[in-house]
């Protein structure tokens, strides 16, 4: 019976948590079905299998257990909010502002609390994973910290996020995994049992999210979804949901006003919680969903959905810049990194709507070829010499780079990235950034070495690098990361 049982429970997962709370029923004394169908609100079907695994006996109208392992279904402590409280006041404290490009609202101190709580008392977390698709609130921090034993990745834009919550859960020894990705362009290839985010309140923002969050989702899977629209606008709120239907997606549950935030007072501040469980046709639909590319997802700033397109001036003088003294004139490419860019010539890409991250990002999935680069001239990696340096550093294996400022006028500038002769391993793992990083460096290093073997290679590299950075692209893992992955490579 309790082999047959652990089993049972665990290919629920995380909605295994009712089905336990059946079982510590039973133990405790007889019930009859319908007792057990109504405590548990879980199909009949699901009910007689959960008797069957457990070797429930039936006496009568009555079904009763004669042991069970308290382990199945003891419920594990958590903490007080009066614990948890100062704890997620001091992530608040920390975390960066949020950037203004990517037009996000911070949630407050209740709200984190109320997350954690909620998902924790709806699912059985222990040994789940968890997803956030954007995570500025620190859903995964404040999850993690009330429930360790629950694993959580978290994938982002902002750079400053990332660092922070990487560094915060290391401190902390929570089990969080941090990876970068612009979802217009690519997901990093994750798997989770739920999903939780809080998208662009757009309906171009809402597919967006939600398509990438149902990729990575395991069938059983539950996405949970912050959203909220003005009571003076409801056919906004009709469009949102109709692109939560054509997804192929079920409204499970819906719990009005459950989120509070710091500003967002168009919306009064607040947004409901949408449970979503998916259909058969979900990931099929998912896939078709991201397949426009659409950069225009938010409701202000230069990624919203009314900004205009790129100034023909500038364009020029980027193309011009690039083309350089070669006769060959170079392809205009747009945005992305999350595969490899093939081009036998000079290729320029304009990256005016640049929140932050996209310059460095494609200069490192680049070609080995002159790349060009259109951004603003208040870009944080070329405003001062700090970032220029740091830039320079990143790519140095790869790229010799100039900076253009004021070009062709006060509101642009020109990156120009010139190819340097590959040699060492930090320039292997350059020129095959969507590889996998464990089989690109330990290939890199025995063909440097000309001696390793396959074994001694990646015995060197796991005292290098975290094994989960060894099993991610080097594109997908936050840029502190990388950077520290090619000082390594560099230095080891």
């Known amino acids: 019976m309790a082999e047959s049982l652990v089993n049972f429970l665990a290919d629920r997962g995380v909605h295994s948590r009712p089905l336990r709370g059946l079982v510590a029923r039973l133990a405790e004394g007889p019930r009859t079905l319908d007792w057990l169908i109504r405590t548990a609100a ?20 009555q079904w009763r257990l004669d042991s069970v392992d308290p382990a199945l279904v003891t419920p594990l402590p958590t903490a007080t909010d009066d614990e948890s409280r100062p704890v997620f006041e001091r992530y608040l404290d920390g975390v960066p502002k949020p950037r203004r490009a990517l037009d996000h609202v911070q949630a407050d ?3 984190m609390l109320r997350r954690a709580r909620w998902l924790d008392e709806t699912y059985h977390l222990p040994g789940a994973r968890l997803l956030c698709v954007g995570d500025h609130d620190l859903t995964a921090l404040a999850a993690c910290t009330l429930r360790p034993e629950l694993s959580a990745t978290v994938v982002d834009l902002d750079e400053d996020l990332l660092t922070y919550i990487d560094a915060t859960a290391q401190e902390r020894g929570l089990d969080i995994r941090c990876l970068h990705a612009d979802l217009r362009f690519g997901m990093p290839e994750v798997e989770a049992d739920l ?30 979804v912050a959203y909220g629209y003005s009571e003076r606008n409801p056919a906004l709120g009709l469009k949102v949901q109709q ?6 997606l079920v409204f499970e549950a819906v719990l009005p006003g459950f989120n509070r935030y710091l500003g967002a007072q168009a919306v009064g501040s607040a947004s409901d919680l949408y449970v979503l469980q998916p259909t058969g046709k979900s990931a099929k639909l998912a896939q078709a969903a991201v397949r426009g590319g659409e950069t225009g997802i938010y409701t202000h700033g230069p990624q ?22 070669d006769t060959v004139q170079p392809t205009l490419l747009r945005p992305g990194w999350s595969a490899p860019v093939k081009a036998s010539g000079p290729v320029a890409f304009d990256l005016t709507a640049d929140p932050g991250p996209w310059l460095a990002r494609t200069l490192l999935a680049g070609p080995p070829a002159r790349v060009g680069a259109l ?55 350059l020129e095959r950034v969507h590889g996998k990083l ?9 063909r440097e070495s000309g001696s390793l073997t396959k074994r ?9 690098a975290p094994e989960a950075d060894l099993a991610s692209r080097l594109i997908d893992l936050p840029r502190h990361r990388i950077a520290a992955i090619l000082a390594a490579a560099q230095s080891g």
């Not at 001694?456 to 290098?464: F, G, Q, S, V, Y």
């Open 375 to 429: 951004v603003g001239n208040n870009h944080s990696d070329i405003t001062d010499q700090r970032g220029q340096v740091a830039l320079r550093e990143l790519v140095r294996a790869k790229y010799r780079l100039t900076f253009h400022r004021s070009t062709p006028d006060g509101k642009h500038a020109v990156v120009i990235a010139e190819p340097v002769p590959a040699q060492g391993v930090a320039a292997a793992l």
């Open 243 to 248: 692109e939560v239907l054509r997804l192929g």
């Open 456 to 464: 001694e290679a990646r015995e060197k590299i796991a005292e290098l």
């Open 109 to 111: 101190l209740d709200t």
């Open 195 to 224: 999903v939780f985010t809080d998208p662009p309140y757009t309906p171009e923002g809402m597919r967006l999210f939600l398509a990438r969050g149902v990729e990575s989702l395991r069938p059983e899977g539950r996405v949970v």
């Open 438 to 446: 464990g089989n690109v460096w330990r290939e890199a290093l025995i």
């Open 42 to 61: 879980v199909p009949r079907r699901t009910v007689e299998d959960l008797l069957d695994a457990a070797g429930a006996r039936r006496d009568g109208e």
């Open 304 to 325: 919203s959905v009314e900004s205009t397109g790129p100034d023909p001036e500038a364009i020029a003088a980027l193309l011009r810049l690039t083309r350089g003294d």
